[in-house]
């Protein structure tokens, strides 16, 4: 026993001190939606990159026919933001009037608001370490 301790220590002293591994964390987001029908389809983002026009970290699709919690896990800590909206129809996109305007119910996380377009990653973005919660209503 003596022996692996002075071993590590050994190891130690030639090394540096051992850095933690970063814990995994996880994002568990539930909606608000006032709805039992269709389908939440959520996306999850890493960046301010993606979030404006790149791929998603992660997807989901929730039922809305009961509660509708959104898991991702296994993620670094860092910052993260969520576009989601309410696929009332089942098409697997979210539908829009001639003029181009969301005609289903949609929602950002931290429950931001856009002007004129999508709300902007500076008002989305939420910090995850560890377990991370987020409650958004669906409007």
Known sequence: MLSIAAALLLLTAQTGPVAPRDAESSVVITFETGASTGSVMVVLYDSEAAYEDGPPVAQAV????????????????????????????????????????????????????GNMGPARWAAARFPVSGETAQTISIR
């Open 62 to 113: 929730v039922p809305a026919s009961g509660p509708v919690v959104a898991r991702f896990g296994n993620l670094p800590a860092g910052e993260y933001a969520v576009k989601a909206f309410h696929d009332i129809d089942g098409d697997g996109r979210m539908n829009k009037n001639p003029f181009g305007m969301p005609v289903e119910p949609y929602a950002f996380s931290n429950n931001a608001v």
